[in-house]
């Protein structure tokens, strides 16, 4: 009898596994603001402080696991920054900070309905950045290159945070519209002791067709005929 109950469960669990949320490939074009908290020093430059509006471009897989659950690896190019106004208590001038970066972001998604919760981990690699600093009439403008290390006055190669937010999801017969928003959560110091971190909000709007195969469809189809085949064998024993 016990062995029937726990067969009864496993094949319960199962069944609902296999109504799973389809698989998309997302593409992502978009043009989005990022920003840079400056920690200690974020209050004094609340009226100096201002978003950067860059490209970011990259693929988003949905892998459904359930029918309300999916995980969903991220690969992005983005153009993050901040501006700071003239006369600010850092750097005294108008200054545009750039990062050219990789997001590598693995989310887990909680489907109800067509609005979905999700929240992950990301993993940012900075490729390269610039700063580009107006002149004022006092100090003199000029566009440098930003260095990468690991010491003060250098900035950091790597990245890393949470993402977390919620969108919604327009269905179509053979594709979807995604309309996402996201909150980006950078744990690191990316100054290197100069307190900057990349924290914002943003909006997506990802253009999806449906994967033609689930990479764990096959792992589940071959796990119900095991048990199937397990459930036959304590009925017919002699078999």
């Given at each position: 009898?016990?062995?029937?109950?726990?067969?009864?469960?496993?094949?319960?669990?199962?069944?609902?596994?296999?109504?799973?949320?389809?698989?998309?490939?997302?593409?992502?074009?978009?043009?989005?603001?990022?920003?840079?908290?400056?920690?200690?020093?974020?209050?004094?430059?609340?009226?100096?402080?201002?978003?950067?509006?860059?490209?970011?471009?990259?693929?988003?897989?949905?892998?459904?696991?359930?029918?309300?659950?999916?995980?969903?690896?991220?690969?992005?190019?983005?153009?993050?920054?901040?501006?700071l106004d003239n006369n600010n208590p850092i750097t005294g001038q108008e200054t545009k900070i750039r990062f050219n970066t990789l997001d590598l972001p693995v989310m887990?998604?909680?489907?109800?309905?067509?609005l979905y919760v999700n929240a992950g981990p990301v993993i940012s690699y900075n490729l390269d950045g610039r700063i580009k600093t107006e002149s004022n009439g006092t100090?003199?403008?000029?566009?440098?290159?930003?260095?990468?290390?690991?010491?003060?006055?250098?900035?950091?190669?790597?990245?890393?945070?949470?993402?977390?937010?919620?969108?919604?999801?327009?269905?179509?017969?053979?594709?979807?519209?995604?309309?996402?928003?996201?909150?980006?959560?950078?744990?690191?110091?990316?100054?290197?002791?100069?307190?900057?971190?990349?924290?914002?909000?943003?909006?997506?709007?990802?253009?999806?067709?449906?994967?033609?195969?689930?990479?764990?469809?096959?792992?589940?189809?071959?796990?119900?005929?095991?048990?199937?085949?397990?459930?036959?064998?304590?009925?017919?024993?002699?078999?």
């Amino acid at each position: 009898m016990k062995k029937q109950l726990v067969i009864f469960i496993t094949m319960s669990v199962l069944a609902g596994k296999s109504l799973a949320q389809e698989t998309f490939m997302d593409v992502v074009i978009n043009y989005t603001p990022t920003s840079i908290n400056y920690g200690d020093n974020n209050k004094a430059l609340k009226d100096f402080k201002k978003g950067y509006w860059g490209l970011q471009a990259g693929a988003s897989f949905q892998a459904g696991i359930s029918e309300y659950f999916s995980l969903v690896p991220e690969l992005y190019f983005v153009m993050k920054g901040g501006r700071l106004d003239n006369n600010n208590p850092i750097t005294g001038q108008e200054t545009k900070i750039r990062f050219n970066t990789l997001d590598l972001p693995v989310m887990a998604r909680l489907h109800l309905c067509n609005l979905y919760v999700n929240a992950g981990p990301v993993i940012s690699y900075n490729l390269d950045g610039r700063i580009k600093t107006e002149s004022n009439g006092t100090l003199s403008g000029e566009k440098t290159k930003m260095e990468f290390g690991s010491h003060y006055g250098t900035y950091s190669r790597w990245d890393a945070g949470l993402q977390f937010g919620m969108g919604y999801e327009f269905k179509f017969k053979k594709s979807r519209l995604l309309l996402d928003l996201r909150y980006h959560y950078g744990m690191v110091d990316i100054g290197n002791g100069a307190d900057m971190y990349n924290r914002y909000f943003n909006m997506n709007i990802l253009l999806s067709k449906k994967w033609k195969t689930n990479p764990l469809g096959k792992k589940k189809r071959q796990d119900m005929a095991f048990w199937e085949a397990y459930d036959q064998n304590l009925e017919n024993p002699i078999n």
